[in-house]
């Protein structure tokens, strides 16, 4: 059984994790809702919560976990980690190495499309050099799968195929991302009512938040828990995007501790995959040092840029 302070755990570093990941959805999403009335802002932050956190970050990973280990059922997959019962012990553990290093590899591949490819404020020394290497992001990326697909042979060719799996599923998913960012940055220009903007952003929102699902699977495999603690993340993200988002624009460097984390916890699930012990508490605890690092950093600049401006 998990005790108290490690559910505690679980569900604010699941929060803090989906917030710092969807902040530049934040940033772009309170841009288009500038030029909306108050009363559909006010709809947007109220049916649109519930449709971000209950079906979307509630449904995904249910469906992923079910469709991981479809032996569980549908209820099963939903309680499966609160069971006692030794079959369904004994199917998260056969199956869920499937599932972690699927998710994994995506990660790992999303961290490195940003940091070779993506723009940025560099927050760490050398992140300018492999940014100026971009063309070298999908060799860097193929050499990692083939390792990856060839460890995990060795052990079990549904598992090489969870790698693959992943892989595709991250080229897939980022064709839809960059299609949704154009998109979005349409929503600016065109002349469309707010209540189509609104399910515009939601369907938007829905594909950015692919990320913080798989990466919640580093932290636990417990659907309510996901739920709760995306949720949170969730909550913050939509009161940022009402409110204080242009205080947020200051902290430059959160993006980073959010895509050094993924990084981590793409590691984590990978090594978890092939059988090291991976104490649920980690995740957690690399999520905050990381992202309270980045925090830190970006309130010096932001305090630098102050002093610059007297």
């Not at 530049?24 to 709809?43: C, F, G, P, T």
């Not at 892989?167 to 998109?183: C, D, L, P």
């Not at 995740?283 to 401006?309: C, H, M, N």
Request: proline content about 3%; hydrophobic content about 55%.
């Amino acid at each position: 059984m998990i005790d108290i302070l490690s559910l505690l755990l679980i569900i604010t570093g699941l929060g803090l994790f989906e917030t710092i990941s969807s902040i530049d959805n934040a940033i772009i999403n309170a841009e288009v809702l500038s030029n909306m009335q108050e009363k559909y802002r006010r709809l947007f932050l109220l049916w649109g919560l519930l449709f971000a956190v209950f079906v979307i970050r509630g449904v995904l990973p249910w469906l992923i976990v079910y469709g991981t280990i479809p032996a569980l059922g549908p209820v099963g997959a939903f309680t499966a980690t609160f069971s006692s019962d030794p079959e369904v012990l004994q199917a998260i553990e056969s199956s869920a190495p499937l599932l972690l290093i699927g998710g994994g590899t995506f990660l790992i591949f999303l961290f490195f499309h940003w940091l070779f490819i993506e723009q940025k404020h560099y927050g760490l020394r050398g992140e300018r050099y492999f940014h100026s290497k971009g063309v070298w992001f999908y060799a860097v990326v193929s050499v990692l799968l083939s390792i990856i697909v060839w460890s995990a042979l060795q052990q079990n060719a549904m598992l090489a195929f969870g790698a693959v799996v992943g892989s595709t599923a991250f080229f897939i998913v980022h064709g839809f991302k960059q299609n949704a960012e154009f998109q979005e940055q349409k929503l600016m220009s065109k002349d469309l009512s707010d209540v189509s903007k609104i399910l515009y952003l939601e369907v938007i929102d829905a594909t950015f938040s692919i990320d913080g699902v798989l990466g919640a699977f580093a932290f636990t495999l417990a659907i309510p828990l996901i739920i709760l603690g995306n949720g949170l993340g969730a909550i913050v993200v939509r009161e940022l995007t009402l409110g204080n988002i242009d205080r947020i624009k200051r902290y430059i460097f959160l993006k980073n501790g959010a895509m050094y984390s993924t990084f981590f916890l793409g590691a984590i699930m990978l090594l978890d995959s092939f059988g090291f012990h991976i104490p649920p508490w980690l995740s957690p605890i690399i999520t905050f040092s990381v992202v309270g690092y980045f925090f830190y950093k970006s309130l010096r600049f932001a305090a630098y840029l102050d002093l610059k401006e007297i």
